[in-house]
């Protein structure tokens, strides 16, 4: 079979496993919907991707997440981007994690909440995302208020297990 035969039976195969309710064939029809290996179609990247969120797939629910953020295949919702980082968060997704913390941080789809963002940032900082833990350094010195920035510090320190409690 030569390369292009392959990767239709592959589209093929993986398209029926997609349709037979396979989350992660799912996930992997809506990327490639997204980066358009076949075509590009940011509405069926959308469908795909919701189909496997709801079954809990962690990166289909960041990316529809992505998606809800930039207007890709739907009209731009920072409401249901804040939803979907939520969830995708939650699962331990740390790019999620650290894109709910600056949603909070600066009020998209949510008043601005900086307690959130510290808690998020802190989580996203703690499985190696290094502009969260920068964030947490720049939001320390920023915060006026002793009680909120001692708690702040509390839980940047808890989350590399420095303190003991």
Same mark, same amino acid.
């Given at each position: 079979?030569?390369?292009?035969?392959?990767?239709?039976?592959?589209?093929?195969?993986?398209?029926?496993?997609?349709?037979?309710?396979?989350?992660?064939?799912?996930?992997?029809?809506?990327?490639?919907?997204?980066?358009?290996?076949?075509?590009?179609?940011?509405?069926? !990247? +959308?469908? /795909?991707?919701?189909? &496997? =969120?709801?079954?809990? *797939?962690?990166? $289909?629910?960041? %990316?529809? #997440? @992505?998606?809800?953020?930039?207007?890709?295949?739907?009209?731009?919702?920072?409401?249901? !981007? +804040?939803? /979907?980082?939520?969830? &995708? =968060?939650?699962?331990? *997704?740390?790019? $999620?994690?650290? %894109?709910? #913390? @600056?949603?909070?941080?600066?009020?998209?789809?949510?008043?601005?909440?900086?307690?959130? !963002?510290?808690? /998020?940032?802190?989580? &996203?900082?703690?499985?190696?995302?290094?502009? $969260?833990?920068? %964030?947490?350094?720049?939001?320390?010195?920023?915060?006026?208020?002793?009680?909120?920035?001692?708690?702040?510090?509390?839980?940047?320190?808890?989350?590399?297990?420095?303190?003991?409690?």
């Amino acid at each position: 079979m030569n390369s292009v035969g392959e990767q239709q039976y592959y589209y093929e195969k993986l398209t029926t496993k997609a349709n037979k309710g396979d989350a992660t064939a799912q996930y992997l029809l809506g990327l490639s919907k997204l980066r358009g290996e076949k075509t590009q179609n940011y509405e069926e !990247a +959308l469908n /795909w991707f919701k189909l &496997a =969120a709801i079954q809990k *797939h962690r990166e $289909a629910q960041y %990316n529809l #997440a @992505v998606l809800y953020e930039k207007g890709l295949g739907i009209e731009k919702n920072d409401i249901k !981007a +804040l939803l /979907w980082y939520h969830v &995708a =968060a939650e699962n331990e *997704h740390p790019k $999620a994690q650290f %894109n709910l #913390a @600056v949603f909070f941080l600066n009020g998209r789809g949510t008043a601005p909440n900086q307690e959130e !963002a510290v808690r /998020w940032f802190t989580r &996203a900082s703690s499985q190696g995302i290094d502009e $969260a833990t920068q %964030n947490l350094v720049l939001l320390s010195k920023l915060v006026d208020n002793t009680e909120l920035k001692a708690k702040q510090l509390r839980e940047f320190h808890n989350g590399f297990g420095l303190l003991t409690q």
